[in-house]
Nanobody, 122 residues
Framework: QVQLVESGGGLVQAGGSLRLSCAASGRTFSSAAMGWFRQAPGKEREFVARIVSSGSSTYYADSVKGRFTISRDNAKNTVYLQMNSLKPEDTAVYYC???????????????WGQGTQVTVSS
């Protein structure tokens, strides 16, 4: 079982930056693939980024490529999402997710956090 708690959301002006953190409990964190998703009002949840268990490989949605960076610190059981050059369309609730690598490669995540709100003003 893995429990995930996100933090770091808030209100920022367009062009600004935020860093989201996701603290995980459980011994299996270091072997889990991790991801970030977001859901804007009235829209479906969408994939943002994911990272393999070792941190050596990452993958991004086209909409955030070059602006967002996902990373992890297995010693701290934490995954991060550094968001730069934020745009109003990045406004959403951001969710952290975890899953076994064999499932995540197919887009299946077993564990989810409660979400943190990111609001980008124009």
């Amino acid at each position: 079982q893995v429990q995930l708690v996100e933090s770091g959301g808030g209100l920022v002006q367009a062009g600004g930056s935020l860093r989201l953190s996701c603290a995980a409990s459980g011994r299996t964190f270091s072997s889990a693939a991790m991801g970030w998703f977001r859901q804007a009002p009235g829209k479906e949840r969408e994939f943002v980024a994911r990272i393999v268990s070792s941190g050596s490989s990452t993958y991004y949605a086209d909409s955030v490529k070059g602006r967002f960076t996902i990373s992890r610190d297995n010693a701290k059981n934490t995954v991060y999402l550094q968001m730069n050059s934020l745009k109003p369309e990045d406004t959403a609730v951001y969710y952290c997710a975890a899953g076994s690598p064999s499932k995540v490669v197919y887009g299946v995540f077993d564990y989810w956090g409660q979400g943190t709100q990111v609001t980008v003003s124009s």
